[in-house]
């Protein structure tokens, strides 16, 4: 199966607070683990991909994966009213010819009051 | 990254009506992919456009309702045949820069079925 569990929110915290963001998933054959960033109307913006267990940081931003308990999460910090968006995670499932798939959650709408 | 543009940005159509949807690249990729974006659900990969072969499927979705054109490595289009009302959801193409973990997202089309 190729599901991926995301809490949908909606988030709502202040200007400066560190934002949790976490996806499950349920098949080992997920090769990559990205999240993107939407804005409202605008198409999905990659942030940032991993693919082994571990943490992973730019920026303010840092995304972990535990391929052990099948659990991937992104952390804000020192979150911005900017950063006010819907979060997806997505993992990569290999197609072989025809490409890769993503496998999306549904996302994590996020609002960071000033 | 990329500089992906889609063409139209949003439509109203008429159901049995179809519409096709152009999208462009600023460069050229072997891969393009449409995905489809309903309210409330996952991104949800359509199919795969490789330029020179056939578009390849995922499960739930016919080269009868939605025929690809892929003519050159920087331009594809969708065709959402047959419209209803439950096809009024956002289509989006991305690109494959790295296979596997960097996929580039258009804007776009939001597309409304009365």
């Known amino acids: 199966q190729k599901e991926v569990e995301q809490d949908p929110g909606p988030l709502s915290v202040p200007e400066g607070a560190i934002v949790s963001l976490n996806c499950t998933y349920s098949n080992s054959a997920f090769q990559y683990f990205m999240w993107y960033r939407q804005y409202s109307r605008k198409g999905p913006e990659l942030l940032m991909y991993t693919y082994s267990s571990g943490n992973k940081e730019d920026g303010r931003f840092t995304a972990q994966v535990d391929k052990s308990s099948k659990y991937i999460s992104l952390f804000i910090r020192d979150s911005q009213p900017s950063d006010s968006a819907t979060y997806l995670c997505?993992?990569?499932?290999?197609?072989?010819?025809?490409?890769?798939?993503?496998?999306f959650g549904k996302g994590t709408t996020l609002s960071v009051s000033s | 990254s990329a500089v992906i543009s889609q063409k139209p940005s949003r439509d109203i159509c008429q159901r049995g009506t179809s519409l096709t949807i152009q999208c462009q690249v600023d460069?050229?990729?072997?891969?393009m992919f449409w995905y489809r974006q309903q309210p409330g659900q996952s991104l949800t990969l359509i199919a795969t456009?490789?330029?020179?072969?056939?578009?390849?499927?995922e499960s739930g979705f016919v080269i009868d309702k939605f025929p690809i054109s892929r003519p050159n490595l920087t331009f594809s289009t969708l065709t959402v045949s047959n419209l209803s009302p439950e096809d009024s959801s956002i289509y989006l193409c991305?690109?494959?820069?790295?296979?596997?973990?960097?996929?580039?997202f258009g804007p776009g089309t939001r597309l409304t079925v009365l």
């Open positions: 456009a490789n330029q020179g072969s056939e578009a390849t499927y």
């Open positions: 997505a993992m990569s499932f290999p197609l072989g010819q025809a490409g890769t798939a993503l496998i």
């Open positions: 991305s690109v494959e820069r790295v296979a596997g973990r960097e996929q580039f």
């Open positions: 460069s050229q990729v072997t891969m």
